[in-house]
């Protein structure tokens, strides 16, 4: 059985090059390749449905597995097709936070996608294609946790399959499928610092995220020797200098903060992180600093303490200030992000945040300006459910994530939101630059 894993962009537009580096179906990549299966990864930068069909020519694969956000459904949605039609025999199986929130109404408006993987994919996968490799009838999927198949004209949702208890199991990441010289100048994240994933899910109660849609609020990390262990690999595989953790919240464990810090003095190896305004502290700071830590990445959202408290945030803008200050002042380069237009926002918000971003120092750098979207899965989006703004249905039907502040606010403060971000932006490169062109 051969299996080749996608992760669709938001266009097939070639012109578009940004090339994420394809966390989710690089780890089912490994896992399938640690059990000893034929796995490849279509990643490119200028990915296009022409690309696609030569890769399905010359490689011939059993099944095809797309990663499905809410960002880039309907692509793959589309593709699903392209993919029947060049070789209706094809397995098309659909995972990540999407399509495993929309997983019944998935299968019954798309024909040509057959599976969808729940939540976390690797098992669940291979055990989908060692039903296949014994001839099993495809319908016999629905035997399998975290599927949800066709079995005849009804749609089947198997039971949840429980997470991976123990992060360690997980392999490390079959680099070797992908081309990183491609990603990595295009990375959504930072251009040379090198991908590690380190751990899975957030404890957190943030309303706009949909984390909890997939991870059902748990936090799972790699015990810091794990990870070392990867990161020497890296080193002596690809020789990397410079790496970045993948987790959404890496300082919320101190003691295993401490730990790793401790293996990754005198390595040699500079490296980065995301975490949380309130999950940092001097202290904690100082130790990462000295064992190498040189850029943090915060997801500091507004600064606004009524926008702060309506997002589920559990600090205060003047705290939020604090921690970047504090962070800069160790030399950490340090980065926040923000978004505008939660539901609740309102001028003086608008105002306190572009105020706020004009006070900090220079040499903290806004990285990314966001206007809220709605994904499904979050907080927010069964809030509006429950509210009648809107309903599932409405994803078949040409609705976007982006689409939602034009529910929400009138035209006239949609542009103010712009004028804000846009605002924000103008600081961010006056600071960088010493201009405000």
Not at 43 to 49: C, I, K
Not at 242 to 248: A, G, T
Not at 345 to 368: F, Y
């Amino acid at each position: 059985m051969k299996t080749l894993l996608i992760h669709p962009p938001c266009s097939l537009d070639e012109k578009q090059k940004t090339l994420r580096f394809p966390l989710g179906i690089a780890c089912l990549a490994s896992y399938l390749k640690r059990e000893g299966l034929d796995v490849r990864i279509y990643h490119e930068p200028a990915f296009s449905a022409r690309g696609l069909m030569k890769i399905l020519k010359d490689y011939r694969p059993d099944i095809v597995g797309l990663s499905c956000d809410s960002a880039n459904a309907d692509i793959c949605f589309e593709l699903s097709r392209s993919i029947k039609a060049a070789d209706h025999r094809i397995l098309v199986v659909l995972g990540g936070i999407h399509a495993t929130y929309f997983h019944r109404q998935i299968l019954e408006h798309i024909p040509t996608v057959d599976v969808v993987v729940r939540d976390e994919g690797e098992e669940t996968l291979a055990e989908i294609i060692s039903y296949l490799s014994r001839k099993k009838a495809p319908n016999q999927l629905a035997k399998i946790k975290g599927v949800t198949c066709r079995t005849g004209r009804v749609i089947f949702a198997a039971p949840d399959r429980p997470f991976v208890k123990d992060m360690d199991e997980i392999p490390f990441l079959a680099y070797e499928l992908l081309d990183m010289a491609k990603i990595l100048p295009h990375s959504h994240n930072f251009a040379d610092w090198w991908q590690i994933h380190s751990g899975r899910g957030c404890c957190y109660d943030c309303k706009f995220c949909a984390s909890v849609g997939q991870w059902k609020r748990t936090l799972r990390t790699m015990s810091p020797r794990r990870v070392m262990d990867e990161i020497d690999y890296c080193r002596q595989q690809y020789h990397i200098q410079r790496c970045f953790f993948y987790e959404l919240t890496f300082s919320i464990n101190k003691p295993r903060v401490l730990q790793l810090c401790r293996l990754m003095k005198n390595n040699g190896i500079k490296w980065g992180c995301r975490t949380r305004v309130d999950d940092v502290n001097p202290a904690i700071l100082k130790e990462m600093r000295r064992a190498g830590c040189e850029r943090i990445v915060y997801g500091v959202e507004s600064f606004s303490d009524r926008m702060l408290k309506l997002m589920g945030k559990t600090y205060t803008a003047a705290a939020a200030a604090k921690a970047l200050n504090e962070s800069h002042s160790t030399g950490i380069q340090s980065y926040f992000q923000v978004m505008l237009g939660f539901p609740g926002e309102n001028e003086e918000t608008l105002r306190e945040t572009v105020e706020a971003i004009r006070e900090i120092p220079k040499g903290i750098i806004c990285n990314a300006v966001n206007i809220f979207q709605l994904h499904p899965g979050s907080p927010m989006y069964a809030l509006t459910k429950k509210l009648g703004m809107i309903d599932d249905e409405a994803w078949f039907k040409g609705f976007k994530m982006e689409d939602f502040i034009r529910i929400y606010y009138p035209a006239e403060f949609i542009k103010k939101i712009t004028r804000a971000r846009d605002e924000i932006k103008k600081i961010t490169r006056h600071k960088n630059t010493g201009t405000s062109s």
